[in-house]
């Protein structure tokens, strides 16, 4: 990331300690504690002396991994939450993840709430580092129930702790202050002056942002009297500067000014390193890091986080007052980010005043500057509070700008997070090998050179003595077959460093280097590029680790290797998760398609990996070079085009490049272009297609179907949702439709016309984003409608790539009083087991097995079974796609409940559906009798 790992600028000024620090005692709690073993208190004692170097931690924690899965239980839990946050503190995300994932299981294995308030923490810890507060809010907010039942009160306290300074960092300054409130019961419980003071001083800005004006001067008093007694000299001054605030507040001035005179005398203290600062620095509480000032250090600094307070709690005149006095400190300190951000600040409270124009552009300008320097951490939190504040001020096109711009950084953020992770240490295993291999080849080659020297050396002398003594003659002709033979061992050893230098060390195969020397010498005769792609090998990197990986490319590599060189080619290692290969061209037009299919036949059986069975699948693209007729790097551009357009196929597939890939691929781009503007221009459009009983077809409601009336005319949904999906535009366009169809069930409430339900589609994009339930709380929030009348649809598929945590995601909507379903039954892989624990309402059977009823008996059965499966479960049933009175028939036979189709009504805009709802007999509400548990 471009500016590193520094906490967001609510976090780091305002946080108790430093967020490496929050992660050790959140883990691994208070040192003078008594660990749970002597692993624990190792692992302690290496965060202690090098917490704030995770490449030193990772070092050092290496050795202890063996006994750490050994012992098991709170050993393992120490271990593994160390482990997991100085890999998260070095970019290395899916080492951090399987840490989390681990920490988890261990959790759920053991019955260990601990375990899993930790795992939770530190995901949510991880995500608070790097600037996605959002988040990080979901995942602290995760692992406050099982907080709650954990008695290891260091646990609880930093889980209270983190948590009240995430929700502080996204807005939410009463659960903020309630989350301090346990804190400090927490510490008070552990008898620890220090943490009750820091929990205070967490206190004490939130009420005076509040305006309880006398509270917060109390709590500041408190913090710094807890502070006195722990003899912390930077509590002592945060205290002291935010008591001088709360006596200005209330209009005591002398107190004011004694409290100032206070400050200034402990920051000279600090800034000297007194001995009690330095006590405080080197003591045994949890890391040395933690002893020093991480709170407010200046005058500044709480000016600063006052002023965003006070926008938080919308008090826009005390925001832009403090904002002013920021920006003051700043241009006298001369501090570009505090400049930025006391900008940003005065401009949203200006904006909030009512001054419109001018608010906008001094945010405007403190984001362009924060650009500039490459602060794309701090310009996407800034972002974000702009897009949420137009919001609620009613500029819903400006809220969704800001929200995309944010939404793109945050994409990218995660896209250089995580993608290049797995290949980073595939590539790093495979160089470092390469590299030890490439030094010992070196180390001999001096060696021998320098044998060779002192051979010729001694070669010299002997034909000098040659001359005067004949009798060592002999001798002279052993050196020089000596000589003779040092000079072949250090030929082979030159040719066995070139020989490593354009070969893979872990399949042996050649290298993408030697790749591309091949593709030079067979440019002019012209030749075939393929391109292998693994599908998935990420995820089995992340599961299984680096050894496990090496082991399947091997494999993999032993099936592909005899197919491609029976074709007359080679097959080279490109990188973490593809092969490659050249093949000559073949006057038989048949070979390439024939070769392809070879490919991905050989891949279809099972791997065994460390007594582990893995499917996988292959994504291939092929290209033809004619003789002279592109360059190199043409051809391999068009390999991976063909790549990419296997890859969007389901399963093994194979693409050859042809030109209509090229001009479909700038379409796409267009297009997508396109879409970026289409919300923001009101191109965009809600359908509605009523939903009726079969008994006796009366309305129950519509289902809401997303149109693109594009300036060009109307575009397919086909063309354009999978390329929302794919580009994540579908999360801010998914809100969007959420909340028309609220907003028109509401609306059709209150005009009388019943209490229809409005079904909406959820892409699985949308349902595993970390704020998709937090969207869906503001958007019912916001509109006020009945959750009842709402209906959630999401496709079979979506539901079974993550089974668990969807049952978690949907029990939370269920809890929310909203109904369920599951979109094109029957058309996915549904694991039984995990179906009847799913907590839905109704199942809806795909229109591809409703068309050929009453034609074609093993339709006709597929259906039936489908109903009688959802009914056995207490589910109701919805049938799409009816359009003949005989479907209709048949599904009123076997107890389908509802039906869409054109044989009701097609989808149509909403003053249509209105009309529709006004003629038809009054809208009965359709609930199952017992839901799914």
């Not at 005058?299 to 600063?304: D, K, L, S």
């Not at 030109?659 to 781009?669: G, I, M, P, T, Y």
Request: aromatic share 4%; with cysteine.
């Amino acid at each position: 990331m471009t500016d590193g790992r520094r906490p967001p600028v609510w976090v780091a000024r305002f946080a108790p300690i430093a967020a490496l620090c929050c992660a050790l005692a959140l883990l691994s709690g208070d040192a003078r504690a008594v660990p749970a073993s002597a692993l624990a208190r190792q692992v302690e004692a290496i965060e202690a002396a090098h917490g704030n170097e995770p490449a030193e931690v990772v070092a050092r924690l290496a050795p202890l991994e063996a006994q750490a899965r050994t012992a098991g239980g709170d050993a393992l839990r120490v271990f593994l939450a160390a482990w997991g946050y100085a890999h998260g503190a070095l970019d290395r995300m899916t080492v951090a993840d399987t840490a989390t994932a681990e920490l988890i299981s261990l959790g759920e294995r053991e019955g260990n709430a601990s375990a899993m308030a930790s795992a939770f923490a530190l995901r949510g810890t991880l995500l608070q580092l790097s600037g996605r507060l959002g988040a990080a809010h979901d995942w602290i907010s995760a692992s406050l129930p099982w907080v709650e039942k954990s008695t290891d009160e260091p646990l609880r306290y930093w889980v209270f702790m983190t948590g009240g300074n995430v929700a502080l960092a996204t807005g939410r300054l009463q659960e903020g202050l309630r989350l301090y409130e346990q804190a400090l019961v927490s510490a008070q419980a552990q008898h620890n002056p220090r943490r009750a003071a820091q929990a205070k001083l967490g206190m004490a800005p939130v009420r005076l942002a509040l305006r309880q004006v006398d509270r917060a001067r109390s709590e500041a008093q408190d913090a710094y009297r807890l502070a006195t007694e722990a003899r912390v000299p930077g509590l002592q001054l945060a205290a002291k500067l935010l008591e001088g605030l709360t006596e200005e507040e209330a209009g005591r001035l002398p107190e004011r000014d004694r409290a100032h005179t206070q400050a200034r005398a402990l920051a000279a203290l600090v800034d000297a390193g007194s001995p009690a600062a330095s006590a405080a620095a080197s003591g045994t509480e949890v890391n040395p890091v933690t002893g020093g000032p991480a709170w407010f250090n200046t005058q500044a600094e709480v000016v600063q986080e006052l002023a965003d307070l006070h926008l938080s709690a919308r008090n826009f005149a005390l925001a832009r007052r403090y904002a002013e006095r920021a920006l003051g400190h700043a241009q006298r300190e001369a501090d570009p980010e505090g400049l930025d951000l006391a900008t940003i600040s005065l401009g949203l409270a200006r904006l909030g005043g009512g001054e419109g124009a001018a608010g906008r552009a001094q945010v405007t300008q403190g984001l362009q500057s924060l650009e500039r320097r490459g602060k794309r951490i701090r310009l996407m939190e800034q972002l974000n509070r702009y897009a949420q504040l137009l919001e609620e001020l009613g500029d819903a096109a400006g809220a969704v700008r800001e929200s995309r711009k944010a939404l793109g950084l945050e994409a990218d953020l995660v896209r250089n997070d995580r993608v290049s992770t797995v290949l980073d240490l595939q590539r790093r295993s495979s160089f470092e090998q390469t590299q030890r291999a490439m030094d010992a080849l070196r180390h001999d080659n001096e060696l021998q050179a320098s044998q060779l020297a002192r051979h010729q050396s001694e070669l010299r002398l002997s034909l000098g003595l040659a001359a005067a003594l004949g009798g060592v003659l002999l001798l002279a002709v052993a050196l020089q077959r000596r000589t003779r033979r040092a000079n072949l061992a250090l030929q082979a050893h030159n040719d066995e460093l070139a020989r490593v230098s354009l070969h893979d060390r872990v399949t042996g195969l050649p290298n993408r280097r030697a790749l591309e020397l091949r593709a030079e010498v067979l440019q002019h005769e012209g030749f075939i590029g393929l391109g292998i792609a693994i599908n998935r090998f990420s995820r089995i990197m992340a599961s299984l680790g680096a050894a496990a990986g090496d082991e399947l490319l091997c494999q993999v590599a032993a099936r592909l290797l005899p197919l491609v060189q029976a074709a007359g080619g080679r097959l080279y290692r490109m990188d973490g998760l593809s092969f490659g290969a050249v093949l000559p061209r073949a006057s038989d037009t048949t070979a390439l398609p024939e070769l392809l299919d070879a490919l991905l036949l050989a891949i279809k059986p099972v791997f065994e990996v460390q007594h582990q069975q893995l499917a996988l699948t292959l994504s291939i693209g092929a290209a033809d070079c004619a003789p002279g007729s592109a360059r190199i790097a043409d051809v391999g551009k068009a390999v991976q085009l063909a790549m990419r357009a296997a890859q969007k196929q389901p399963g093994n597939s194979a693409v050859v490049y042809t030109d209509d890939l090229l001009v479909r691929e700038r379409d796409r781009l267009q297009l997508e272009a396109r879409l970026s503007q289409a919300l923001e221009r009101g191109e965009l459009e809600l359908f509605y297609q009523p939903q009726c009983t079969l008994s006796d077809r009366r309305l129950t409601g519509f289902e809401a179907l997303l149109r693109w009336c594009s300036p060009d005319g109307l575009i397919p949904p086909d063309q354009f949702i999978p390329l929302a999906e794919e580009s994540g535009l579908i999360v801010p366009i998914g809100r969007w439709v959420l909340q028309q169809a609220c907003r028109q069930a509401q609306a059709w409430q209150v005009a009388g016309y019943g209490q229809p339900v409005v079904a909406v589609n959820i892409s699985p994009r949308q349902l595993q984003h970390p704020s998709f339930m937090a969207m869906v709380r503001d958007v019912l929030q916001s509109t006020g409608v009945d959750p009842s009348s709402l209906e959630l649809e999401i496709t079979e598929s979506a539901v079974m790539d993550d089974a668990e945590g969807t049952i978690a995601t949907l029990s939370a909507l269920r809890d929310l009083g909203l109904q369920l379903a599951i979109d094109d039954f029957g058309t996915g892989y549904s694991n039984l087991a995990y179906l009847r624990r799913f907590p839905i309402h109704r199942l809806k059977i795909d229109r591809s097995f409703v068309r050929d009823l009453g034609r074609d008996a093993s339709a006709a059965a597929i259906v039936r079974g489908l109903i009688q499966l959802a009914h056995s479960l207490q589910l109701s049933v919805v049938a799409e796609g009816v359009e003949e009175p005989t479907q209709e028939a048949c599904l009123r036979d076997w107890g389908c409940e509802l039906m869409q189709g054109f044989g009701f009504a097609r989808p149509m805009p909403e003053p249509d559906a209105t009309m529709f709802l006004r003629a038809r007999p009054p809208v009965v509400p359709f609930t199952p009798a017992r839901p799914a548990a």
